[in-house]
């Protein structure tokens, strides 16, 4: 586990409230500051989170905020860039064929059939409207 010091939170006073208000939760949860892989915004990792988190075995930290988690469980999260979710929910599966037009690499999330045209991305982006 990779643990980074937060060099933002420097500030004596702010820490001392900060643990005054979370006197009443056991205290082997803290707040914890993570940076959400989709957005790269910063969000919080609430001991309630964690406390969540843990009774329900896992042991990974979130890697999005709850803005992005949210919208990845609705079903509509249009990007996924490089691989990088290990197990973290469902897959949609992609399959590889060759753009009609540029010939370059084409990832549709259906299965390509042969007496269809396949449009990479940019292509596709590129094309006035369909059909
Ligand atoms: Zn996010
Ligand atoms: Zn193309």
Redesign the pocket.
């Known amino acids: 586990m990779v643990y980074v010091p937060s060099t933002s939170e420097s500030d004596p006073e702010k820490l001392k409230t900060k643990l005054k208000t979370r006197r009443l939760v056991r205290n082997m949860y803290t707040d914890e500051t993570l940076t959400c892989v989709d957005c790269g915004r910063q969000f919080t990792f609430t001991t309630g989170e964690q406390e969540f988190f843990a009774s329900k075995g896992f042991t990974n930290k979130p890697s999005r905020c709850t803005d992005c988690r949210a919208a990845r469980k609705s079903g509509r999260s249009g990007s996924g860039g490089g691989g990088g979710g290990e197990g973290y929910g469902r897959q949609r599966e992609m399959f590889t064929a060759t753009?009609s037009?540029?010939g370059?690499v084409?990832e549709v999330p259906f299965q390509p059939r042969g007496d269809k045209p396949v449009?990479?991305r940019?292509?596709f982006a590129q094309r006035p409207s369909y059909r």
Do not use: I
């Open positions: 753009c037009q540029c370059g084409a449009y990479c940019d292509c």
